[in-house]
């Protein structure tokens, strides 16, 4: 009840099995399962032989015979239950468990390493969660308290739940938080080329949210000239003012970025290693210009692309990301399709304007031309020339 995180229900088995020796109980491991809504696999939250911290994994319960009993005795809709296992079916169970085949299974056993060779386990089944002890002896003495220990545990995992929860909103909150700055600096610009400072403000959004990367890519594909232009920041999240472009048949990164974008992926991983490493690390600094620290240098670079309607985001790690980031990844790019309107937006209307002060410069041009009486005024007709190029050139 003091758990002020979710994570720290992976402490709580470690003291329940603390607490069950100290009450003289001889247990092997201790521990909880959450359970899956159709009964047929379970997170397991246990502890090592000596109490110690094992990292929570989930148990298909279709694997082995001893499981599939415990699955079985739960749907029953039993509050206590108690297995017995030995011969083939613990070891069957600890394949199963463990995930090995008969060979590696033997090799580990003659590296030393021991299982059991029989095991009672206790089972106190609740709404979502049973705990579970693991004796090599019957103990039933011990089965009252087990029982009694199950009816605590209830309260402890209702506010597992509440942590949960008040988590995922605030989690949430944090993300649509981050997520309406980059709206709200795409939704400020003035023009077009303040791209590079949304992708400034994009990689400081993924950064708060603890997406660990060293640069983020705008790119935007101009399939006329079979080309990406990107706005990048430099490695470490400082802005660049500089468009760069590269070419769409660049096989190693930007063709497997286009056909993905191509074919209205939501996102894509791309992995480089060794030749295709070195080659984009060439094209990079060749071709396209894109500065690149030798500080980040690794000997793997990993791509993570998050598509919107006229091209990506690009994010560049050493290691792959986890798949929630993938995934706030493409919610970023959902949100950079609001993005790219406003700058085409901008775009045309800077296009407009321009044009439309060139046909007024033309104009006036063409009417001191048109009244002059005599050649002499030739001069004047040159200087309404040379002024209306000097607002063009300020205004460029």
């Known amino acids: 009840m003091a758990m002020q995180r979710s994570d720290e229900l992976t402490d709580v088995a470690g003291l329940l099995f603390n607490q069950v020796s100290a009450l003289g109980i001889k247990t092997w491991t201790a521990g909880f399962n959450v359970w899956s809504e159709d009964n047929n696999s379970y997170v397991d939250y246990i502890t090592s032989p000596n109490g110690g911290f094992i990292e929570p994994y989930t148990v298909q319960t279709e694997r082995a015979e001893a499981l599939r009993d415990i699955a079985n005795a739960r749907k029953s809709?039993?509050?206590?239950?108690?297995?017995?296992?030995?011969?083939?079916?613990i070891k069957q169970l600890y394949l199963a468990l463990t995930?090995?085949?008969?060979?590696?299974?033997?090799?580990?056993?003659?590296?030393?390493?021991?299982?059991?060779?029989q095991q009672y386990e206790h089972f106190v089944f609740g709404s979502k969660v049973s705990l579970m002890f693991i004796t090599?002896?019957?103990?039933?003495?011990?089965?009252?308290?087990?029982?009694?220990?199950?009816?605590?545990?209830?309260?402890?995992?209702t506010r597992f739940l509440d942590l949960k929860k008040a988590e995922?909103?605030?989690?949430?909150?944090?993300?649509?938080?981050?997520?309406?700055?980059?709206?709200?600096?795409?939704?400020?610009?003035?023009?077009?080329?303040?791209?590079?400072?949304?992708?400034?403000?994009?990689?400081?959004?993924?950064?708060?949210?603890?997406?660990?990367?060293?640069?983020?890519?705008?790119g935007v594909v101009k399939e006329e000239s079979k080309t990406i232009d990107f706005w990048i920041t430099e490695q470490g999240g400082n802005q660049i003012n500089t468009r760069f472009t590269g070419r769409i048949d660049e096989p190693t990164t930007l063709a497997k970025m286009f056909n993905g974008w191509k074919k209205n992926q939501k996102s894509m991983v791309i992995d480089l290693t060794g030749d295709d490493l070195a080659n984009w690390l060439k094209y990079l600094k060749e071709e396209i210009g894109i500065p690149f620290d030798p500080a980040f240098l690794h000997n793997r670079r990993v791509q993570t692309v998050?598509?919107?309607?006229?091209?990506?985001?690009?994010?560049?790690?050493?290691?792959?990301?986890?798949?929630?980031?993938?995934?706030?990844?493409?919610?970023f790019a959902g949100v950079f399709d609001l993005t790219y309107t406003r700058f085409s937006d901008l775009k045309h209307a800077e296009a407009q304007a321009r044009e439309a002060h060139v046909e007024v410069a033309l104009e006036r041009i063409r009417a001191r031309a048109l009244a002059m009486q005599s050649s002499t005024e030739l001069s004047e007709v040159a200087k309404v020339l040379r002024d209306q190029m000097g607002i063009l050139g300020q205004e460029d």
């Not at 995930?99 to 059991?116: N, R």
């Not at 938080?177 to 080329?193: F, Y």
């Open 77 to 89: 809709g039993v509050e206590f239950d108690v297995q017995y296992v030995e011969g083939e079916k």
């Open 99 to 117: 995930q090995l085949d008969e060979k590696q299974y033997e090799i580990m056993l003659q590296d030393g390493v021991s299982f059991p060779s």
């Open 136 to 157: 090599y002896e019957p103990v039933p003495e011990a089965h009252e308290i087990f029982k009694r220990l199950g009816k605590v545990f209830e309260q402890t995992y």
């Open 168 to 218: 995922a909103q605030a989690r949430e909150a944090q993300i649509e938080n981050a997520l309406e700055k980059v709206r709200s600096r795409t939704m400020a610009m003035q023009h077009s080329d303040e791209l590079a400072e949304a992708a400034f403000v994009l990689f400081q959004q993924l950064q708060a949210l603890g997406v660990v990367h060293e640069r983020i890519n705008i």
């Open 306 to 331: 998050g598509f919107f309607s006229k091209g990506m985001l690009v994010l560049t790690t050493p290691e792959p990301l986890p798949e929630e980031n993938l995934r706030l990844l493409e919610k």
